[in-house]
Nanobody, 117 residues
Framework: QVRVLESGGGSVQAGDSLRLSCVAS????????MAWYRQAPGKERIMVAA???????TYTDSVKGRFAISRDEATNTLYLQMNKLKPEDTATYYC???????????WGQGTQVTVSS
């Protein structure tokens, strides 16, 4: 199982940038592929960006060209650079394994991102 600690959220204006960080630990296989998820009020949690075992990057359509996921394998730290933020990006952001079997019922505390227009 994975254990994570997210940080870097905040309240910003539309068009601003934020960089989220996540330190991961736990099952070696599970943390080889990681993802950022977000959950907006009243909505389901969705995967926003992922970096898979082979290093491939995937993004949900709404953030393509604005968000960039990266990782420091030496420190098991996952990053999400968020540029040109929009009010619809407002959500609690979580990191976790890319693999659903690894996620289970565990989620970290998340980090809140609030974007005002």
């Amino acid at each position: 199982q994975v254990r994570v600690l997210e940080s870097g959220g905040g309240s910003v204006q539309a068009g601003d940038s934020l960089r989220l960080s996540c330190v991961a630990s736990g099952n070696g296989f599970c943390i080889k592929a990681m993802a950022w998820y977000r959950q907006a009020p009243g909505k389901e949690r969705i995967m926003v960006a992922a970096i898979t075992l082979g290093g491939s990057l995937t993004y949900t359509d709404s953030v393509k060209g604005r968000f960039a996921i990266s990782r420091d394998e030496a420190t098991n730290t996952l990053y999400l650079q968020m540029n040109k933020l929009k009010p619809e990006d407002t959500a609690t952001y979580y990191c976790n394994s890319y693999y659903s079997d690894c996620v289970g019922d565990y989620w970290g505390q998340g980090t809140q991102v609030t974007v005002s227009s």
